[in-house]
């Protein structure tokens, strides 16, 4: 099969409520879509995310790297990938990479499709069902303390045997009551993940991660700015709790120096982001032989599979809406009643777009 196609969207959804983690404030984002068409009629779909501004770059970017795709055997990521990865000419870990991630998951998309096959079966299949977390416990006006006890509830009755929350966002004093009340709420059976989102100093961090160690959080995210792996290193020194990592990461070259650093318990990989489905797996893979599981940064739609695929995937982030007025992508999926998700068995990845969704909010092309 021969690529003879790509085409690129750019659309921004905007949301009813913004949400606030411990950094940064989110009121709109941009998507960028990618469509792979073959010469057999096979048609793959590929995406990634910016915050508006960066995501005309992105889109721009997977506009040309897709010019390295055309003509080429459907089948080929790991030449692609390679024609992509250019960092002299393309840029080293950053929005172009952002880009590839796009044209790689169409890719994917297409192979599964064209096979007959859906990803988690085509990437290896290792189990059936994963373990989710369903995340949430931002920054939003007028939360108080009783409103997120009962977002924490809402998710644990909703089937929920993980559910995550941000930190970083208020002072110490308060976050840690926040951790609090969030472990009242849901029990001492459910797991905790708490969120910093990089917003603390390295002292900072391990002065929170002291006072809410007798919660036992299931592991502390993205606790500092994301280059400062020495600082991780430190901060995992000093605390019993994981230390999850890696969301804000690009390529394997990243994540070799992450876990070389010796600051990571979990890699958060995101194949939206890392270089696609073709990089997470060199991630993936790299990461078991550390002996490090994967729980992927977003995405469960996608990730379902990829955490279903191999041996060391740990568990998928399941985000709520948080306050969208509408879903870009039409297939949502549902906990089952042991808090697991199953990844759909329709060839490739199974993600519908909205189409009437995105043409209504679509920026480029114009």
Same mark, same amino acid.
């Given at each position: 099969m021969?690529?003879? &196609?790509?085409?690129?969207?750019?659309?921004?959804?905007?949301?009813?409520?913004?949400?606030?983690?411990g950094?940064?404030?989110?009121?709109?984002?941009?998507?960028?879509?990618?469509?792979?068409?073959?010469?057999q009629?096979?048609?793959g779909m590929g995406f990634?995310?910016?915050?508006?501004?960066?995501d +005309?770059?992105?889109?721009?970017?997977?506009r040309?790297l897709?010019?390295?795709? *055309?003509?080429?055997?459907l089948f080929?990521?790991?030449?692609?990938w390679?024609?992509?990865? *250019?960092?002299? +000419?393309?840029?080293?870990?950053?929005?172009?990479?952002?880009?590839?991630s796009?044209?790689?998951?169409?890719?994917?998309d297409?192979i599964?499709?064209?096979?007959?096959?859906p990803?988690?079966?085509?990437?290896?299949?290792?189990?059936?069902r994963?373990?989710?977390?369903?995340?949430?416990?931002?920054?939003?006006?007028?939360k108080?303390?009783?409103a997120?006890?009962g977002?924490?509830q809402?998710?644990?009755?909703?089937?929920?045997r993980?559910?995550?929350?941000?930190?970083?966002?208020?002072? +110490?004093r308060?976050?840690v009551? #926040? $951790?609090r009340i969030a472990?009242e709420a849901?029990?001492?059976?459910i797991?905790l993940?708490?969120?910093?989102?990089?917003?603390?100093?390295?002292? &900072?961090?391990?002065?929170?991660?002291? #006072? $809410?160690?007798?919660?036992?959080?299931?592991w502390?995210?993205?606790?500092?700015?994301?280059?400062?792996?020495?600082? +991780?290193? *430190?901060i995992?020194?000093?605390?019993r709790?994981?230390?999850a990592?890696? &969301?804000?990461?690009?390529?394997?070259?990243?994540?070799?120096?992450?876990? *070389?650093?010796g600051?990571?318990d979990?890699?958060q990989?995101?194949?939206?982001?890392?270089?696609g489905?073709?990089?997470?797996?060199?991630?993936?893979?790299?990461?078991?032989?550390?002996?490090?599981?994967?729980?992927?940064?977003?995405?469960?739609m996608?990730?379902?599979?990829l955490?279903?695929?191999?041996?060391?995937?740990?568990?998928?982030?399941h985000?709520?809406?948080?306050g969208?007025?509408e879903?870009?992508?039409g297939?949502h999926?549902a906990?089952?009643?042991?808090?697991?998700?199953?990844p759909p068995?329709?060839?490739?990845?199974?993600?519908v777009?909205?189409?009437?969704?995105l043409?209504r909010?679509r920026? #480029?092309p114009?």
């Amino acid at each position: 099969m021969k690529v003879t &196609e790509i085409a690129t969207d750019l659309c921004r959804l905007r949301r009813e409520v913004p949400i606030r983690n411990g950094k940064y404030t989110y009121a709109e984002e941009g998507h960028i879509i990618v469509r792979v068409r073959t010469d057999q009629g096979v048609e793959g779909m590929g995406f990634t995310h910016a915050q508006p501004g960066a995501d +005309l770059a992105v889109y721009e970017a997977a506009r040309s790297l897709a010019e390295l795709a *055309q003509g080429l055997d459907l089948f080929a990521v790991e030449r692609l990938w390679e024609r992509m990865f *250019q960092p002299k +000419l393309f840029g080293r870990r950053g929005l172009s990479v952002r880009a590839m991630s796009a044209i790689d998951i169409a890719f994917w998309d297409a192979i599964g499709k064209g096979v007959g096959a859906p990803l988690h079966r085509l990437l290896g299949g290792f189990r059936e069902r994963v373990p989710a977390y369903l995340a949430g416990g931002y920054y939003t006006e007028g939360k108080d303390f009783d409103a997120l006890a009962g977002e924490m509830q809402e998710k644990v009755a909703s089937g929920a045997r993980f559910v995550k929350m941000k930190v970083g966002g208020a002072s +110490l004093r308060e976050d840690v009551e #926040r $951790v609090r009340i969030a472990r009242e709420a849901v029990g001492n059976e459910i797991g905790l993940m708490l969120d910093a989102n990089n917003a603390y100093s390295v002292i &900072e961090a391990i002065q929170f991660a002291r #006072r $809410v160690e007798p919660y036992e959080p299931t592991w502390f995210e993205e606790p500092i700015h994301a280059e400062n792996y020495a600082g +991780l290193a *430190q901060i995992k020194a000093a605390t019993r709790i994981p230390i999850a990592v890696g &969301e804000n990461e690009y390529t394997r070259y990243g994540f070799r120096d992450l876990i *070389q650093c010796g600051g990571a318990d979990i890699l958060q990989a995101d194949a939206n982001i890392v270089g696609g489905i073709t990089e997470w797996r060199h991630v993936a893979s790299m990461a078991s032989a550390h002996g490090i599981p994967m729980a992927p940064h977003g995405s469960a739609m996608l990730h379902v599979h990829l955490v279903a695929a191999v041996s060391n995937g740990m568990i998928v982030e399941h985000v709520t809406s948080e306050g969208r007025t509408e879903e870009l992508f039409g297939h949502h999926l549902a906990l089952d009643p042991d808090g697991m998700l199953s990844p759909p068995e329709a060839p490739g990845h199974g993600i519908v777009l909205d189409e009437e969704i995105l043409a209504r909010n679509r920026v #480029r092309p114009a």
